[in-house]
């Protein structure tokens, strides 16, 4: 087994190590497996320095050699994925298949957005004789990039696929606690032959890099995915420096099951997606609207697939569900537990943290919530589902409807008429039918609402990356 690797900072083409660390703790068995690196402000300003370098390189680099480069480092992420996915379990806790499909997913969203290099089209618009106008896009800059945990290695590749892809130069500060899937897309673009200074990688005090960098001149565009409240304090920052934001933050996803849905089947799949990723998914299906007609058997499905859910070390063959990632996770679930207990809910399984070693929290079913209870509200962001009876699809969508987030919605009917319903009036960036998979590569990723600005992936994604510049040519 390999080991766990040595962390440093990726910054102008060169690895730093620093002189201050955090523990890297593993949820399975909260043992210390890694020392994460603290960026100093000179740190940051080096990696600023090598952002500016990079990007005058970088934007003058055709877009063919750029995909080239994101290609080799993508096929460097397939070609390594047992190391990746085992590290990525190590620190993260997901079940190593799971793992194995984040590299791949990131993978994915290198290549996909690779191909979208080559076509950030501009356009001619049709004037008078004697005057040209040209429509053109150009790459942003450099951009400050913030991920999050929960993805440790997919989430930081949809904006470094973004910006590289766009022709920009980006410093990212990935997740102190799940640091190493960064690290191993840093190390698959140095192999890759990208240019110094094109990625930068830090670790660190997030608030501390945050307002460090977003208001320094070369940064021109900042990218965040976590939660809302982080996301509406970078956003506010942003704007005192006039600066353009892409955020994905967080969601609360509906799921409305119509009275002609097979119960059966929605509420077997439904319990499989809720436990992928231990529920630390912002597109994870968390408010269940189910048809009064067919809530009994919707709720049985669901809790007796929920049973079956392995729950155990991510390493160990056979386990559905890892430990959440974080000791705050246990605290989070167990407090809105409680809170929706003491307002009328019925727990109808799980609640309670598994043992005291490791961050294990079981599946987690409540039902007849009411709406004043917080997780009615709040994202759970773990392995917790609210099944709720509703006597019609406009009182679905109503409720629905009745939070401030609009990430990802997703409904089970096969009446055209309830679909079209359906997506005329769901408030969500993505809205899945039949199916509890959000987004991939070639489809735009994003929310509406609190739930974030702007999209990742898609043909939409690169577009944030860059700016529109108008040329006006009048012919001598
Ligand atoms: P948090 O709000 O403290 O942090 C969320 C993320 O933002 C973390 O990755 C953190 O490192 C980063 N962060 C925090 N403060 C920052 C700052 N000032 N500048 C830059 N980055 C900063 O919460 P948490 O306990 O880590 O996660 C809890 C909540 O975050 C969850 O309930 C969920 O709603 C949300 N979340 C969402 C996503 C997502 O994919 N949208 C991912 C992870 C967490």
């Not at 982080?230 to 506010?236: F, M, P, S």
Request: proline share 7%.
């Amino acid at each position: 087994m390999s080991n766990y690797p040595d962390l440093q900072l990726y910054i102008g083409g060169a690895w730093r190590k620093t002189a201050e660390t955090l523990p890297v703790i593993n949820p399975a068995d909260e043992s210390v497996i890694g020392a994460v690196p603290i960026a100093s402000t000179q740190d940051l300003d080096a990696a600023l320095e090598a952002a500016e370098r990079g990007f005058a390189i970088w934007r003058k680099t055709s877009p063919a050699r750029r995909a080239e480069i994101i290609r080799k480092a993508a096929s460097l992420l397939r070609e390594r994925i047992d190391e990746i996915a085992l590290d990525i379990t190590r620190e993260h806790g997901k079940p190593l298949q799971q793992a194995r499909l984040e590299v791949i997913r990131g993978a994915e969203f290198f290549e996909w957005d690779a191909g979208e290099a080559q076509r950030t089209y501009g356009r001619v618009i049709p004037s008078e004789p004697g005057i040209r106008y040209v429509v053109h896009h150009q790459p942003i800059g450099t951009v400050a990039a913030f991920s999050p945990w929960n993805f440790p290695l997919s989430q930081p590749a949809r904006k470094i696929a973004g910006a590289l892809a766009a022709g920009c130069s980006i410093i990212i500060k990935a997740s102190e606690e799940t640091p190493a899937g960064c690290l191993h897309i840093a190390r698959a673009f140095h192999d890759a032959g990208l240019p110094a200074g094109v990625l930068n990688l830090v670790f660190g005090v997030p608030a501390q890099i945050s307002e460090y960098l977003i208001p320094q001149e070369p940064v021109r565009l900042i990218a965040f995915t976590g939660s809302t409240a982080v996301g509406k304090r970078l956003t506010g920052l942003a704007a005192q420096y006039a600066k353009p934001v892409l955020m994905e933050l967080g969601g609360h996803a509906p799921v409305i099951v119509c009275d002609d849905a097979d119960p059966v089947k929605a509420g077997i799949s439904s319990a499989i997606r809720k436990v992928r990723n231990a529920g630390q998914v912002c597109t994870s299906p968390t408010r269940f609207f189910v048809h009064e007609k067919l809530y009994k058997p919707f709720t049985d499905a669901f809790l007796e697939r929920a049973r079956l859910v392995k729950t155990g070390n991510g390493l160990d063959e056979g386990t559905e569900m890892g430990p959440v990632a974080n000791h705050r996770r246990i605290e989070a679930l167990e407090a809105l537990v409680a809170d929706a207990v003491s307002k009328g809910a019925k727990l109808l399984i799980g609640g309670e943290r598994s043992g005291n070693r490791g961050y294990f929290y079981p599946p987690t079913v409540l039902s007849d919530v009411p709406a004043n209870a917080r997780v009615m509200r709040e994202e759970p962001f773990g392995p917790l589902a609210v099944i709720n009876p509703v006597p019609s699809l406009e009182d679905a969508i109503e409720k629905a409807n009745g939070v401030p987030f609009g990430l990802a919605a997703y409904a089970f009917t096969n009446s055209a008429a309830n679909v079209d319903q359906i997506t005329n009036d769901l408030e969500a960036g993505n809205v899945s039918i039949n199916t509890l998979e959000a987004s991939v590569a070639e489809t735009p990723f994003g929310g509406v609402k609190e739930s974030g600005f702007g999209r990742e992936g898609g043909a939409e994604g690169i577009m944030h990356y860059m700016v529109v510049k108008t040329v006006s040519h009048r012919m001598a």
